[in-house]
């Protein structure tokens, strides 16, 4: 997170806004794989990697033991990724929706 913020809040919107634009324009898998490679580092790669990991496994009823163990991912994070599953913006939830009925359909 930028300490020091040039832009105004309603620029910023703007930007993310034209990030999620950008997103939607993608065509393919690979073509995910190489926009995010270029456009995060390692690291946060890796941490949304995990969180994904932890949604499909939470949506298939593990308890967050197992979930740690499966990824190693902190109980204090697994615990955030549900909350946000069952109470936050949707996303997730909407996301794994349509990918549980394009496997079943």
Same mark, same amino acid.
């Given at each position: 997170?930028?300490?020091?913020?040039?832009?105004?809040?309603?620029?910023?919107?703007?930007?993310?806004?034209? $990030? &999620?634009?950008?997103?939607?324009?993608? /065509?393919?898998?690979?073509?995910? *794989?190489?926009?995010?490679?270029?456009?995060?580092?390692?690291?946060?790669?890796?941490?949304?990697?995990? *969180?994904?990991?932890?949604?499909?496994?939470?949506?298939? !009823? =593990?308890? &967050?033991?197992?979930?740690?163990? $499966?990824? !190693?991912?902190?109980?204090?994070?697994?615990? *955030?990724?549900? /909350? &946000? =599953?069952?109470?936050?913006?949707?996303? &997730?939830?909407?996301?794994?929706? /349509?990918?549980?009925?394009? *496997?079943? !359909?």
């Amino acid at each position: 997170m930028k300490l020091h913020r040039p832009l105004s809040p309603r620029q910023e919107a703007l930007h993310e806004r034209a $990030l &999620y634009a950008a997103v939607l324009e993608l /065509r393919s898998v690979e073509e995910a *794989r190489a926009f995010f490679r270029d456009l995060c580092t390692p690291a946060e790669l890796q941490a949304m990697a995990d *969180r994904w990991a932890v949604v499909e496994l939470l949506e298939r !009823g =593990l308890p &967050y033991r197992e979930v740690q163990r $499966l990824t !190693g991912v902190s109980v204090t994070t697994i615990g *955030r990724v549900a /909350r &946000y =599953l069952t109470q936050g913006n949707g996303g &997730y939830a909407s996301v794994a929706s /349509r990918l549980r009925s394009a *496997r079943e !359909g």
